[in-house]
């Protein structure tokens, strides 16, 4: 089974890791959720908390298949031992995600030059480097970027995919109600 580990810290938008936790979990990815915060409970930039299941420090020496960042925030880039997880993740070339305004922690460790990724419109400064896209949702080599709360369900069905193959990350759209994209997701 795979296994993801998706953090919040004060701030993270609550669409976006909630939803993507959702769907990961649908699909049977073992997803635990980290707060990078000092305690479990994590207040969202729309003012809803929630119970992350796992500390940071809990977390901290274990290996995932994925890292997903949700955006909402770019405090991220302030959490020293949350960079250097992300660091070893992409040494090993581990998967990693972040959506909204979390790419800016791949542009800080300098990991999208030359890479095409996206982020939350008017943030591009934060990924200075990478190639432009289009597209509502990139993947480029083991990192997957996206815009938005509004792109959230392709997202997860892409880390989805990436995780469980085309055929689970379809079942699940199928179930939430979501349509593939013209092309990727």
Not at 23 to 29: K, T
Not at 100 to 117: D, N
Request: aromatic share 8%.
């Amino acid at each position: 089974m795979a296994k993801a580990a998706l953090f919040v810290i004060s701030g993270f938008e609550e669409t976006e890791a909630l939803c993507t936790a959702d769907i990961l979990r649908r699909g049977g990815v073992d997803t635990v959720i980290v707060s990078l915060d000092a305690g479990l409970g994590v207040t969202g930039r729309s003012g809803i908390t929630i119970q992350a299941d796992r500390l940071f420090g809990d977390v901290a020496g274990s290996s995932f298949d994925m890292l997903v960042i949700p955006g909402g925030t770019t405090a991220y880039i302030g959490h020293e031992g949350f960079l250097k997880m992300v660091q070893r993740q992409n040494e090993i070339g581990g998967k990693l995600a972040a959506i909204c305004a979390a790419p800016a922690v791949f542009g800080k460790l300098g990991l999208l030059h030359g890479r095409r990724a996206l982020i939350y419109p008017g943030m591009e400064e934060w990924i200075r480097g990478a190639a432009p896209s289009d597209g509502i949702v990139e993947t480029d080599g083991n990192i997957t970027t996206s815009k938005g709360p509004g792109t959230t369900v392709y997202f997860a069905l892409r880390l989805l995919e990436l995780l469980c193959g085309k055929e689970e990350a379809d079942g699940v759209a199928r179930d939430f109600i979501a349509q593939r994209p013209a092309g990727n997701w």
